[in-house]
């Protein structure tokens, strides 16, 4: 049994020890005074610890935090990766899908450009790893932006590829007549005029053949003329786009006219010998942007190097055969 301890007085008048008697407010007070110390240092204690050692709560928040930035890091890496495909991504496309279809290349300065204002990441700020959120979110908004410039560019590059496309079927690139009926070729340059015995500038090739050898569009276009002309007799002119046009000189009979649309390879005519000619053959035309240009080197599109060589050949023959 706790015995509760009885403080004494000494008695100047009696000369003795007498009990000392306290009231109830007297003993608060002497409790109060006597644990205050008692707290004090509890306190501090318990403020040292807590300050020392993690709560389990703290221990998981600790540990999701270094989890995260664990994937921030990992994820920044894959994000330099990223860059570096994306660079070479851009060179390829400048430096060879563009220039290959004449496109102009896209500046560095749009492609590297930065993305948002300060105020598109406030709402990244006040955070112990704000640096960290803003920097990862600039990153990933750069190549989001870097990505998406590439893929108009790819837009850009298919839809060229499909103008491109249409523009090699427009071209005229092949021949009017079939290589096995041709007898003999008169080139592209000044000439003799087997006729008016005047030496002048023959702005086409004549291709000799049989009469009523087939004749060919030789590209896609429209037909724009279906006429006679002194020189050339029955001719035919077809407009193919892209600065391209086509003439098909001396026919005997036309197969197309003025406003029909026709197709690489289509039957628009039969040879003839109409107009100032002395042989059956086609005179046939290429003009770019008005200019005339030499046909044969159209047809090198369309030939093996075996099969343009001998229609070079064929020119000596062909001179001697237009003079007949």
């Known amino acids: 049994m706790f015995l509760r301890k009885i403080k004494y007085k000494f008695d100047t008048e009696t000369l003795s020890y007498v009990p000392i008697k306290l009231t109830f407010w007297q003993r608060i007070y ?9 707290f004090f240092v509890s306190f501090i204690f318990l403020f040292i610890l807590l300050q020392t050692i993690d709560s389990p709560f703290e221990k998981i928040l600790q540990t999701k935090t270094d989890s995260l930035l664990t994937k921030y890091s990992l994820l920044d890496k894959k994000i330099e990766a990223l860059k570096l495909d994306i660079l070479i991504i851009a060179d390829n496309d400048n430096n060879i899908y563009r220039p290959f279809f004449e496109m102009d290349s896209i500046p560095s300065s749009i492609r590297q450009a930065g993305y948002g204002g300060i105020e598109k990441y406030k709402s990244l700020k006040g955070f112990e790893n704000s640096d960290l959120l803003i920097s990862f979110s600039k990153k990933v908004d750069i190549l989001s932006k870097q990505i998406y410039i590439q893929s108009v560019s ?3 590059l298919i839809k060229n590829i499909k103008e491109k496309d249409k523009m090699m079927l427009c071209i005229p690139s092949v021949r009017p007549v079939n290589l096995k009926d041709i007898t003999a070729v008169c080139t592209f340059g000044m000439r003799m005029h087997p006729i008016i015995n005047i030496y002048r500038m023959h702005q086409g090739v004549d291709l000799c053949a049989e009469e009523n050898t087939n004749i060919y569009a030789a590209g896609n276009g429209i037909v724009t003329a279906v006429k006679f002309q002194e020189s050339l007799g029955n001719y035919i002119k077809i407009n193919h786009g892209y600065g391209y046009e086509t003439v098909y000189g001396h026919l005997n009979k036309s197969l197309v006219s003025i406003g ?11 040879m003839g010998t109409t107009g100032i000619s002395t042989v ?7 003009h770019k942007n008005g200019t005339p240009i030499n046909p044969m080197k159209m047809f090198y599109n369309d030939l093996t190097d075996i099969e343009y060589q001998s229609l070079v050949e064929n020119h000596t023959e062909a001179e001697s055969f237009f003079m007949k």
Do not use: M, Q, T, W
């Open 30 to 38: 002497n409790f109060i005074v006597s644990i205050i110390p008692a």
């Open 280 to 286: 059956v053959h086609v005179h046939y035309e290429i």
């Open 154 to 156: 790819y837009d850009e």
């Open 260 to 270: 029909d649309s026709v197709n690489r390879g289509d039957l628009i005519a039969k």
